[in-house]
């Protein structure tokens, strides 16, 4: 009998019925979670050097690469184990890297970077709980990919809204916008990932040697 899995699609859905992923690792949404991650370190020592131009193209080619890959991955049925490890993962190394530059930067303050880490704390805490039940991950759904889309389009228009033009007026507070609906969806998605957890434990009584 093929084994069971219990992970869903990468946009959400039921954790009963799940379209089946593959074990494929050269593919295209892959390769574009691969180059997120290769633009983390850039976009660090781009905002910590203060070249806000080269900070601000990755972090935009960042969002649109975080669109494409999950896209294509479904409409061309490409969507596999990996893709469903890399591309939360590169979502929340390039908050947390965000983040953690604005703040040296002065740009956002350090509460906002504590409560957007504790959620990720809080999650990280629920990953492993359910590991314990063997469950490796939660699939990832449409309120999350939202928060996520926010804090990617707020932190961009943050940095711009440093500057003295009109333009950089209009920008702030349009950036804080975005910035407070994504803290407020980010932790929406948390609960909601909890309440998944909940069914993973409720369906498998005994922890899995």
């Known amino acids: 009998m093929p084994a069971r899995d ?6 959400g859905g039921s954790l009963v019925s799940e379209p089946v992923v593959s074990d494929r690792v050269l593919t295209l949404p892959n390769v574009l979670s691969v180059l997120r991650l290769v633009g983390v370190p850039i976009f660090l020592w781009a905002i910590l050097a203060e070249h ?24 061309f049925g490409l969507e596999s184990r990996l893709g469903q490890l890399l591309d939360p993962f590169a979502d929340r190394l390039y908050i947390a890297t965000t983040l953690l530059g604005l703040a040296l930067r002065h740009i956002i303050p350090w509460w906002l970077v504590g409560v957007l880490v504790s959620r990720e704390v ?4 629920v990953l492993w ?3 314990r039940y063997g ?32 333009f950089a007026h209009w920008a702030l507070p349009i950036g804080w916008a975005f910035a407070w609906w994504g803290t407020v969806l980010y932790w929406v998605a948390g609960v909601m990932y909890i309440v998944q957890a909940r069914q993973v434990v409720a369906a498998h009584p005994v922890p899995a040697r």
């Not at 806000?52 to 896209?71: C, E, F, P, R």
């Not at 809080?122 to 805490?125: Q, R, T």
């Not at 939660?138 to 003295?164: D, M, Q, S, W």
């Open 122 to 125: 809080l999650l990280a805490a």
């Open 135 to 166: 469950q490796t991950g939660l699939p990832v759904h449409f309120v999350g990919k939202a928060a996520t889309f926010n804090l990617l389009y707020a932190f961009p228009l943050l940095l711009l809204g440093e500057g003295t033009s009109t």
């Open 52 to 75: 806000d131009i080269i900070a601000l193209v990755t972090l935009m080619l960042s969002g649109v690469s975080d669109y494409l890959d999950g896209k294509i991955a479904r409409r």
């Open 6 to 11: 219990d992970r869903g699609s990468r946009d």
């Open 129 to 131: 709980w359910i590991r």
